[in-house]
């Protein structure tokens, strides 16, 4: 049986902290691979998915351009530790 609506109150996303964002991401997938939802309800987690995901994009694109004008042309990729 498909799990009814159960639209709660969402925060907007620009209100969201990175980790805040990516939990929320990570319960839409979880929720929409069950495959009980509403297709409306399936329709509407999509959307806030996709716009939660680009949120979390661009998050991580600041935070890597403030890094790099920090480091300026210093950084280096990071390697693993041989054991």
């Given at each position: 049986?498909?799990?009814?609506?159960?639209?709660?109150?969402?925060?907007?996303?620009?209100?969201?902290?990175?980790?805040?964002?990516?939990?929320?991401?990570?319960?839409?997938?979880?929720?929409?691979?069950?495959?009980?939802?509403?297709?409306?309800?399936?329709?509407?987690?999509?959307?806030?998915?996709?716009?939660l995901a680009a949120y979390c994009g661009?998050?991580?694109?600041?935070?890597?351009?403030?890094?790099?004008?920090?480091?300026?042309?210093?950084?280096?990729?990071?390697?693993?530790?041989?054991?």
């Amino acid at each position: 049986m498909p799990k009814a609506s159960t639209k709660k109150s969402e925060k907007l996303i620009e209100e969201l902290s990175y980790e805040e964002a990516l939990t929320e991401l990570e319960g839409i997938v979880e929720s929409l691979e069950d495959g009980q939802n509403l297709l409306e309800d399936s329709m509407r987690l999509f959307e806030r998915g996709q716009a939660l995901a680009a949120y979390c994009g661009s998050l991580l694109e600041s935070a890597q351009f403030k890094v790099q004008k920090l480091a300026g042309d210093t950084l280096v990729p990071f390697e693993e530790e041989s054991e």
